[in-house]
């Protein structure tokens, strides 16, 4: 399996962090491509971010595509672009609010996100909704700490964090925790282990949920919703990312 | 009230359907700007179409916004990039589905769509189940007409759609019938003459409902989820659209 | 247009509350009638009131009907009769619930309401459900104060109203407010200022959206669910309401 | 137990067939009154009926509440007035629809209504939705044939019955059915032995519900949104319903 | 009628509560059984106890259906085995959960339910949505009292337990209670006494329900979903449940 | 790792193919256990066979915990006992249904399921409800064939089967299939290659799930609602499941 972490934010250090997620729990056959995004915001925390950060996610991954890679994870907690990269390759691909919300309910019945900023609570909620998990999630919890301040977590932040996850265990009626951004791949482990509760981070989970559908067989289905874009020539700045030649398989 | 309708094509043709259609209901004191983005698909039929269309709006209603508009409409009907449009302004923004299921619900019970392909009817969908309208809409119907064959609709086309019109009416237990197409917007006046109920154009609804929403002084929130975006720097391509400066009202 | 804004309530002032804020919005071309039923309740804060008001409401239009009213906007936010209303007249009519949902989902993603005495929560938790605006609601908050007393609204009673809204902000993750009651009509712009977000009265709010209706060439659809009553003769004391001749257009 | 059905028409076979209905099945302690409104209409078809017949209905069970009645059944399948009769009473009301729902639930997974006209299918799906029901309805199905066709039911109306009942369990994957129409009381027997599946009467369901709630010792509560209604003087045509007086227990 | 009450825990006080309460409210002609299956949990607190309860239950009904018993109430708040008893039975069937949910929904608009132990709310949880009275619910509250502690409930028990409900009718907008507990049956009317608003036994209500379908002549819908299950040879421990024969009417 | 595939019936050929599909998939250092139950029925088609199947599973999990395995699948689409199974281990545990909704929901928007029997449908539509992903299922389509015909699909069968899910593809607006029985695990690669859409099989798709969850260092919560059971003594024909010592970890 060839498999590309997409971190669409222009911040390497996350890139890095999802590496280290990502070979923690690599099968031995896997190879990893932790790659960022050429254009686009630092971080990604509000819906413009997150619209920007799709088409740099298409580019990337309409790229990506020539080099025989074939398993997706979109680093995001946002999912950002999901449908549009489902329709660009046969691969199959995953954000990381999906996979965790996955994984989360798998080993729990109800669970909590904590998550970065606040204003970032509508768009977990409008993929909670889509994807099915909404009366499975008890609360989405923020520390109102910006996403950078995760790219070297310190200890202030990583307490805040902690505190708030305990609330989650205390107040909610949760029984699992969902971390609600890439930044803070590097934190379930250790949050798991002072909390003993899954402490789910969307990064690995994302990365075993495609590797596992590699070794099943199944692709995203070229068939009506997501088959490839129809061919079409694109004006402008977007002319490069014309569907013309590039996604007809 | 200065009101921009954004043709998120490239075709202009389309751009010329929406001003016709807005005129025929505009306020007297409304001065409508038909705009066309300057980069980006012909047509939207797939999600890829959309994810580029959103941020070729975005860059529109950022130049649009030192014209000093006070309004939006985003035609087309998967209301591409609404969320990211409607943080980077405090007038309010519509998108044509928005707009057209408000209408029909205030005259209807229960509607059907009539739409082009049916691989766009995922993203209506979609846009049912966040607005809160899916139980409202009995089902959504495509004549498999690709858009652009809505540039200048010939008879046959016409004539396809008014046929799946009257089988929704037969067969849907629908009262209403919402036009899924902003390439569609010049039919409704003909189609409801012959159907005898009302068939909404979302574009001259969406240009009411924002220019009514300015006379009633509620522009879009910017408390919470729809603040301005966090000022940050966007890197190569995008360098453009960073929220540095521009949306700090 | 001739629109007319109904007041369901035998209490006059409510009348000019709706009419003063009907005027602050109206297109030029639009003629207010602001008047108040014959018969009923003095205020509405239960489901007897309602039920009564909306026999009251149903009068008051079949009157209207032969003065080519073409516009109806009940003023009340239960919407009382809203479909018997719109049975009986094929103009459009909306309740202002209705009209305050329809408004404050484009300006917002989530909203609270505030409203008078805690026992009408559960016919807005109805509006909710049946429009479908449930779950873009995060709270309906009660000042517990009756209707009456917003007759003539003094600073206590404003305060106390004022209070809850803050508390909407600051507790429920809402950025709009929607004013529960058509008594609260004169108070939204003055809330609006102080608080920096939306403050949506539905009286307003459904004077503009009937108002685009006309200007859409939108009536109530008079095919299935909202026809025209069957003819029948009632007997006793609501002979006169009977759908023998009066509603067969 | 002292047991009032209302029959919200005017037709007075129809107050014979509950009595019927009611009297197969009431426990030997009940008492029945089968009770014709003096005013309204003569038959419940459409949004206006219903809203009339609410005020008839609050007007009987006013009048009943002096002779010491202790359970209701609106035999109306639209429930209209449910909420402001449940208002006037501490003792328990039911609607034959909610009724129906109650009892095909427990004896079947899903079930179909089969009722007079499809116009009517609207009322019964906002009940289906208020009640929570409507992931258990497969289908509404309309024969239709307008109420007062039911007031002696004839072999035509019955075999059209009959065979859209055989339709539901063939095609629609119920296994029960619901009679949606209070004119349809007397053939639930005749269908359930023809058809082999429970084929639910809700004026017969609604008289046992609501003697069994007195036997439990439940009344409506009278805390919060069913409590009685404030007391207030209603004007004109509506004076005699006034609350001043009658509620207050 | 001759009616089972099933207590599916092997406390046999439980058994004596259940056979009190139904004797509270049974009809004159109604002859109760209450009985106690031979084997499984004392109490069932968790997802294993009611996995085991279920089968106890079904062999108690097997065994009772040879002695013509024709109603059946399982008398455990999480409906144990409710689908699988309905299966083997044309009966009426019904678990105390559902049945104080139909109870209930009919006295109030909204209800919370006071049970024993937090981890059982998950199991209300699942009930309330396959049932559909989720929206009704709007609070479970657990008192964190094990189940064998309402064997003989003393007065500090009684007294967490009245507390709890007094919390839920201040803080949860609820005008009626639900007891989650067959244990707490012997409690309902005391409650109730000094609550003044309906608090609902499952068990009573139970008797009253099947007692009521018994009365309308609707037994199980044995067509479908709940047909009498597949004849086969089940092996080993479960051998003696085989519906070979048993079940084929 | 070391998983178990529990056959919960009692008949060995499809624990065969439960292995073959596993092995099929697994990675290197899995080890795959695929054991039958020791009592139970032979297939499981009813609510019966599911709930005596529940038991069964949790016997065998019970003796599997002794053996270090730390990874579960239970091989039947009803996915029996699944939330007792979760208690008594802290090894993640999944049913084959719910397996599959997560594995088809990542390649496809919207699904169909082909199943067995027409009555086990509604088994399936509970497990959607509870797990969320009812919005995504077009519909369940039953071939009317015995489970047991599955124990070597012939020609017929298969022919059967492959025209269901063409019509599926066809007339449902569904983009992908969901087998929905254990025994055709085997079934899935030959169908995939005919139809071009992901076929999903669930016994393959858990195992690779468990597997994941394993290497992520997700195990079922042990905290509230899954915690290990309360001790206590069974008695009679269940007494050797007491949770008395064995699940207290």
Redesign the interface.
Known sequence: VRLAIINPT?TAAFASKNLEAAER?A???TEILSVTV??????I????????A???I?EEIQRLEAQAVNAYVIACFGDP?I??A???TDA?V?GIA?AAF?????????FSVVTTL??T??MCE?LL????????CRRIRAVEV?VLALEDTGLVTFNAIEEECRKA?DED????LVLGCAGMADLS?RL?DRL???V?DGV??GV??????V?????????????A??P????????F?S?TRA?QG
Chains 1, 2, 3, 4, 5, 6 share one sequence.
Do not use: M, N
């Open positions: 222009t729990v099968a031995a056959g050429a254009s686009g915001p630092p971080s925390e509000d819906h413009l971010d997150e619209a920007v799709a088409v740099a298409v672009g449908w549009a489902r329709e660009i199959p995953i999906e996955h994984a989360v309910t798998i080993v729990a019945t109800h606040g204003r609570r509508v409008h909704h889509i994807f099915g998990f909404a009366h499975r910006e265990l009626g949760s029984d699992a482990v798991q003993g509760v899954p789910i690995a989970s075993k949920l495609v590797e596992s559908l070794a099943l067989g199944y692709g995203t289905s070229k068939r009506g919703d997501l088959a874009p129809l079409k020539t694109y004006s402008g700045r977007f002319a990312l569907p996604y």
